[in-house]
């Protein structure tokens, strides 16, 4: 199996949709790299917060790399009490958290007596827990092997990987016994969107020292702020929590309205999956007929060479979206009750030539106009590297492509 690709540029577009539904999910620096892993993890952060499509979604993150603690140097903040002094002295986690560009951080610790009892604590699953309800997300950095020692089961895994993730390798293999333990595997966030890109990792210039705490205007403290009460009204079932004189300042704050993200179309229904191009090509004319636009998407599981044309219908902004339409394939007749896979896949091929669009037939390939006068746009992939048949299939018909993601707005 290969992970989903999520590449570091685009996580403030192809990220949010994989977190949508999850509370907790650790971050995996699964590479040699450390002050990139650092970067990564904050860039996580971030766009897990900004990015949330129905505007900014308060997060909170962690550093439980004890042993080697990673993210406060990436930010300038001087070790300083931390998530391992709340769990031991059973203090609030609001007493040793941070304010860092609108993510709750908190660090590793300076006095680090037992690891492992921090990383196995039970208070894990109440945060958990307070986070779900709050709609919050709690961001975990930890190494891969200690995923099991976790005192929860994780909503999903991040890793980070500057080049690409190695399975065979010993995170690889750690994330490996992570899924068939049932959690998933939400992706690799790295520095280039494939391996045919060069393979040189870019320098990384050292962040810029600043306070853990900018006044960068009143307009982004308030919404600071509020942010931070959502974070810290998800620590409610945390029974180490008690209320503080800021406490009380910060959950009087009243939240500012933040635009959304602009719209995606990453979430598609896959259909069926045909062995030959004839029947997934029908099948979408069918769709198209009715109203609904659809991608013919081929692909070889395994590299076992057998090609397989999934049918995959739509683009839509969100998951629950996509659930409606699916809902409508049912009633309407366009679908089966129960047929139509929920797929996150943000990925196509763009036409270089939109005229090409013409040929594509020919090639067992259907085109998919994005928008009014937007581009010709070919499949709809999980990840970049399932666009491989389709390209080479393009390539023989001298059509050329450009592999994008579906999550700009729509002209």
Request: charge should be neutral.
């Amino acid at each position: 199996m290969t992970l989903r690709t999520l590449p570091r540029s685009r996580l403030d577009r192809v990220l949010p949709p994989l977190l949508r539904e999850c509370a907790l999910v650790v971050i995996v620096p699964a590479a040699d790299h450390a002050h990139w892993s650092a970067e990564a993890a904050w860039a996580v952060a971030r766009a897990a917060s900004i990015g949330h499509q129905d505007g900014r979604r308060a997060v909170a993150l962690v550093d439980l790399c004890l042993e080697s603690p990673l993210l406060h140097q990436a930010r300038g903040i001087a070790r300083s009490p931390g998530i391992a002094e709340a769990f031991a002295s059973d203090a609030p986690l609001t007493d040793v958290a941070h304010d860092v560009d609108g993510v709750y951080f908190l660090p590793a610790g300076s006095e680090i007596q037992e690891p492992d009892a921090v990383r196995r604590s039970r208070r894990w699953s109440r945060l958990q827990a307070g986070f779900r309800s709050e709609r919050a997300l709690l961001l975990v950095c930890l190494p891969a092997d200690r995923i099991p020692d976790l005192g929860a089961v994780p909503d999903g895994v991040i890793a980070l990987a500057p080049l690409g993730m190695d399975l065979g390798s010993p995170p690889g293999r750690a994330l490996l016994a992570a899924r068939e333990r049932g959690v998933e595997l939400l992706g690799v966030v790295r520095e280039r969107w494939s391996a045919s890109q060069p393979a040189s990792l870019p320098s990384v210039l050292p962040h810029r020292v600043r306070p853990a705490v900018v006044a960068a205007g009143a307009a982004l403290a308030i919404v600071s702020v509020a942010l931070l009460a959502t974070a810290k009204a998800a620590f409610k079932n945390d029974p180490g929590n008690r209320p503080t004189t800021a406490d009380s300042i910060v959950e009087q704050a009243r939240p500012v309205p933040v635009l959304p993200t602009a719209d995606s179309g990453a979430w598609t229904l896959q259909l069926a999956a045909y062995g030959e191009p004839e029947r997934a090509l029908a099948h979408v004319d069918r769709l198209v007929a009715a109203g609904m636009p659809a991608f013919v998407s081929p692909l070889s599981p395994e590299a076992s060479g057998t090609v397989w044309y999934r049918v995959l219908a739509g683009a839509f902004a969100t998951r629950d979206v996509a659930a409606a339409a699916r809902q409508v394939c049912w009633d309407s007749g366009l679908a089966a009750p129960g047929e139509g896979k929920l797929l996150l896949a943000p990925y196509s091929l763009a036409l270089r030539n939109p005229a090409d669009g013409a040929r594509l037939r020919a090639t067992g390939l259907a085109p998919v106009r994005w928008g009014e006068r937007g581009p010709v746009l070919v499949g709809a992939f999980e990840h970049p590297e399932q666009a491989a048949v389709a390209r080479a299939t393009l390539e023989r018909a001298a059509i050329a492509t450009t592999l994008i993601t579906r999550t700009d707005p729509t002209p």
